[in-house]
């Protein structure tokens, strides 16, 4: 997943006089963590970002205009800009005076300098030829040929590749564009032309990253598209000039908006960041900037900006800069792994031991959210359920004719939930399903969609014996839970969170509401495995306790005072340790909960669900994590026995998570009061714990250090200290 975090403004643009928005910075350059802003005038203004104060700012002289934005020289630390086309300066950030600093006038017009890390700066002239800056100081009137005359710059950036720096750039003559590749050193220039295919739209703007000895060039054009071009860096200089395709990679607006100006950076290998001002046919424009996952062409986040927009963005570090109004602000993001389940949720950092990773063709979801079928592929189905080899044993040479998906689907819309279960059986049994995992999807489907027309219809045995098929997700049917709620089938719900890796968090939420909502009374009811928490929940003392707090509360019994009062505060100590080993929920309960602590998540989007538990609802939680936490401690591998167990990893972090979601209205609570000073206990121990731990890594690497074989003779004594 990838979101905007916090905001703030770093600085006021300059302005083109009354209330007109400005024109944008000239440029933006990164400096060791700081950012070196150009306007478009006569000013270079260095500013830290982190005090949104500025550390310098320089002016040109009165008439004067700078032409290409200010850059850092990595090597020497100094600053290099270019104004009136052809006048080079050189400064350091302790000057205070352009006038007085190194200035070179160059042969030809400078289109843009670009720094390289570990490396001097290029410059790019506007008729295509690059020079290193070092190259250009030792003589500055050296005469620049020409790489091309008629066609005219659009776009520049530099990269390194096995050390050697080099520029790409793009160049337009009349409706054609062309990829110039040149490297320094060695010398080497490639050209290449743009294949648009038919694409009739102006280009926007651009964008490239280095990888496998490929430069990808990402081009928006004013549609609303993005496409790919792949330039390779090695080529055959025997042709001449080579054509490159360009592919779709991701449609921003379906519609008849048309993009006025617009950006485009790159976040990482998987994500971008679009910012732009959508033009409607009505003629009411829209300023925005947005994250998108390329890879899945799915839109993450989106900020508005309501003040206008330039259409300008730069990308340095985990911060975007975007002109909004007269201001420039910066945008903390974040960005996560990309795959299907981090986009939808996250990635089940510990799998369960009965599911398998099944591949899955996503490319057959289709638009409109349905599945489709394709009956050129086929899979084996693997399940390992018993009740469908039993099946398959007992039929014997009695063997019916499989069913197709569609006859399936058609018997799910009319049949009676028996004819619908034999059917599902005899079609779960058959030897091969084509495209296995999508054809398990659309039953799944069909049947939601039955049971939303028809409220009274819901075929329970169907939706759990589909659950438990390996290789599904809950991307695949995302409305089996949905229902599943509204029905409060815990079994159902227990299963998907076992079986899919990427539910979302607003989905696991509803779950714990549910979960902990439901009285122990009516899950006992339930056939539920309890194998799984036997190991750590004693069934019998759970109900001997229940039966003494009826008796006992807080541990006061006014029979036991009468007697003996000594006696009375023993059996209260007492009373409060077996308290303390009491589980508060009972083991049908606690096999839910373990289900939502091993469920993956993000804290991000959890903690705002979080809020949504009532005060009860939260106590009865955290006992349980405590729970959990005082049985871990008493193992010595600090894991719970049995499967499906949730690690002290997991207990912790959802313990403070629940904290930090409910702390103002815990430590109102006066029920929570033995609770929270429990669980500062825990924490207390836990850091003496490792304070110690981190002793014992001390002294141990202390061993190591001197204790180095050395020649002592026949005998010696040596004395080890250690302080």
């Known amino acids: 997943m990838a979101a905007f975090c916090e905001e703030f403004t770093l600085c006021t643009l300059a302005g083109t006089g009354g209330s007109a928005l400005p024109q944008g910075p000239l440029g933006l350059e990164p400096d060791r963590g700081r950012i070196l802003l150009t306007d478009r005038g006569r000013t270079v203004t260095l500013y830290e970002v982190s005090d949104q104060k500025p550390l310098g700012s320089w002016s040109v002289r009165q008439g004067q205009n700078i032409t290409c934005p200010a850059v850092c020289n990595f090597e020497t630390g100094e600053f290099v800009l270019v104004h009136d086309d052809k006048v080079l300066q050189l400064w350091k950030e302790d000057d205070t005076n352009l006038d007085k600093v190194f200035k070179a006038t160059l042969s030809a017009d400078v289109y843009?300098?670009?720094?390289?890390?570990?490396?001097?700066?290029?410059?790019?002239?506007?008729?295509?030829?690059?020079?290193?800056?070092?190259?250009?100081?030792?003589?500055?009137?050296?005469?620049?040929?020409?790489?091309?005359?008629?066609?005219?710059?659009?776009?520049?950036?530099?990269?390194?590749?096995?050390?050697?720096?080099?520029?790409?750039?793009?160049t337009e003559q009349d409706t054609n564009c062309f990829i110039y590749v040149q490297h320094c050193n060695p010398y080497m220039l490639h050209k290449f032309k743009i294949d648009q295919g038919g694409e009739s739209s102006t280009l926007l703007s651009f964008a490239v990253y280095l990888a496998n000895r490929t430069v990808t060039l990402l081009c928006l054009y004013s549609s609303g598209c993005i496409y790919k071009v792949l330039v390779p860096l090695q080529q055959n200089d025997s042709e001449e000039q080579h054509i490159l395709l360009q592919?779709?990679?991701?449609?921003?607006?379906?519609?008849?908006?048309i993009f006025k100006h617009a950006s485009i950076a790159i976040l990482d290998k998987d994500h971008i960041a679009v910012t732009g001002c959508l033009d409607s046919?009505?003629?009411?424009?829209?300023?925005?900037?947005?994250?998108?996952?390329?890879?899945?062409?799915?839109?993450?986040?989106?900020k508005e900006l309501p003040l206008g927009s330039t259409g300008q963005c730069w990308c340095y570090g985990d911060r975007l800069f975007v002109t909004h109004g007269k201001e420039l602000k910066v945008i903390l993001y974040k960005c996560e792994t990309s795959s299907l389940a981090a986009a939808l949720g996250k990635i089940k950092s510990t799998p369960t031991l009965e599911t398998k990773s099944l591949s899955v063709n996503w490319n057959m979801l289709q638009e409109d959210g349905q599945l489709c079928v394709q009956p050129d592929q086929s899979v084996p189905v693997k399940c390992g359920s018993k009740r469908l080899l039993r099946s398959r044993r007992t039929t014997g040479a009695k063997t019916l004719e499989p069913l197709t998906?569609?006859?399936?689907?058609?018997?799910?819309?009319?049949?009676?939930?028996?004819?619908?279960?034999?059917?599902?059986?005899?079609?779960?049994?058959?030897?091969?399903?084509?495209?296995?995992?999508?054809?398990v999807g659309n039953i799944i489907l069909a049947l939601i969609n039955r049971?939303?027309?028809?409220?009274?219809?819901?075929?329970?045995?169907?939706?759990?014996?589909?659950?438990?098929?390996?290789?599904?997700?809950?991307?695949?049917c995302p409305g089996l839970?949905?229902?599943?709620?509204?029905?409060?089938d815990v079994h159902l719900l227990q299963l998907c969170l076992q079986q899919f890796p990427d539910i979302p968090e607003a989905v696991i939420c509803a779950c714990l509401r549910t979960f902990l909502s439901i009285s122990d009374d009516s899950l006992e009811e339930m056939n539920m495995n309890i194998d799984s928490v036997s190991g750590y929940i004693d069934t019998a003392r759970n109900r001997k306790m229940e039966n003494?707090?009826?008796?006992?509360?807080?541990?006061?019994?006014?029979e036991i005072l009468e007697e003996n009062s000594c006696d009375a505060q023993l059996t209260q100590k007492s009373h409060?340790?077996?308290?303390?080993?009491?589980?508060?929920?009972?083991?049908?309960?606690?096999?839910?909960?373990?289900?939502?602590?091993r469920s993956a998540y993000s804290e991000t989007f959890l903690l705002p669900h979080l809020k949504d538990l009532s005060a009860e609802q939260v106590i009865l939680f955290l006992q349980y994590l405590q729970f959990l936490y005082m049985k871990c401690s008493e193992q010595a591998t600090t894991n719970l026995p049995g499967m499906f167990c949730p690690t002290i990893n997991q207990i912790m972090d959802w313990m403070c998570l629940v904290l930090d979601a409910h702390f103002t209205v815990v430590i109102m609570l006066p029920e929570a009061k033995g609770l929270l000073s429990n669980l500062h206990k825990f924490v207390r121990a836990q850091v003496r714990f490792y304070s110690e731990l981190n002793k014992i890594e001390g002294s141990l690497k202390e061993l190591q250090r001197i204790n180095n074989p050395k020649d002592m003779g026949l005998y010696s004594i040596e004395v080890l200290k250690l302080v």
């Not at 839970?481 to 509204?486: C, D, R, S, V, Y």
């Open 112 to 170: 843009r300098i670009h720094s390289v890390p570990n490396a001097e700066p290029l410059i790019l002239f506007k008729n295509g030829a690059v020079k290193s800056l070092d190259v250009l100081l030792a003589a500055p009137q050296q005469e620049i040929k020409n790489v091309f005359s008629n066609e005219v710059i659009r776009w520049s950036e530099a990269f390194v590749e096995a050390e050697n720096p080099g520029v790409v750039f793009i």
């Open 247 to 257: 592919s779709l990679l991701i449609r921003l607006e379906e519609s008849d908006n």
């Open 281 to 302: 046919p009505d003629r009411k424009s829209k300023e925005w900037v947005s994250l998108w996952n390329i890879k899945f062409q799915t839109l993450q986040d989106s």
């Open 405 to 439: 998906v569609e006859q399936l689907l058609l018997i799910i819309k009319n049949s009676s939930p028996n004819v619908i279960e034999e059917k599902l059986m005899n079609f779960l049994s058959s030897a091969q399903i084509p495209d296995f995992q999508v054809s």
């Open 451 to 476: 049971c939303e027309a028809e409220p009274a219809f819901y075929p329970s045995n169907c939706l759990v014996q589909l659950a438990q098929m390996q290789g599904l997700s809950y991307s695949m």
């Open 481 to 488: 839970m949905t229902i599943a709620l509204e029905k409060t």
């Open 548 to 558: 003494q707090s009826k008796v006992i509360q807080n541990g006061f019994s006014s």
């Open 576 to 597: 409060a340790l077996d308290k303390s080993n009491f589980c508060p929920v009972g083991p049908q309960k606690a096999i839910l909960l373990n289900a939502i602590l």
